[in-house]
């Protein structure tokens, strides 16, 4: 994670993108490209979404989108200073409190 949060940063810093990496911008970019993806989705049925990927074309573009979304996520964290996994990690701990297995509650 960390190698590709850098590979990115160098991207960016090598075309002296860094003045438009805001965390807002960040975020801006982040929901468009999310937006994207849901495109692909949007007037499938449940059964057609799930075989997405058996389509060459539409599986490289799904693809595509979801390193999109993530290249701007991972930006977004590097910018505000979060890590990503230890924030998955805890948010996955409150979850587990807050959403008890039947019958541990």
Same mark, same amino acid.
């Given at each position: 994670?960390a190698?590709? =949060?850098?590979?990115?940063?160098? @991207?960016?810093?090598?075309? %002296?993108w =860094? $003045?438009?990496? #805001?965390p807002?911008? *960040?975020? !801006?970019?982040?929901?468009v490209?999310?937006?994207? *993806?849901?495109?692909? @989705? =949007?007037?499938? #049925? ?8 058996d389509? $060459?074309? #539409?599986?490289?573009?799904? !693809?595509?989108? +979801?390193?999109? +979304? *993530?290249?701007?996520?991972l ?7 979060? %890590?990503?996994?230890?924030?998955l %990690?805890?948010?996955i %701990?409150?979850?587990?409190?807050? @959403? $008890?297995? $039947?019958?541990?509650?």
């Open positions: 994670m190698r590709l =949060q850098r590979r990115l940063a160098d @991207f960016a810093a090598a075309r %002296d =860094q $003045p438009y990496h #805001t807002k911008n *960040l975020a !801006t970019a982040l929901s490209e999310a937006s994207e *993806l849901v495109e692909i @989705f =949007q007037w499938l #049925t449940p059964e057609e979404s799930a075989r997405v990927m389509d $060459p074309a #539409t599986a490289h573009r799904v !693809t595509d989108e +979801v390193a999109d +979304v *993530l290249a701007y996520l930006q977004l964290c590097e910018v505000l200073g979060i %890590d990503a996994l230890a924030a %990690d805890a948010k %701990d409150r979850n587990e409190e807050r @959403f $008890p297995l $039947p019958g541990d509650g």
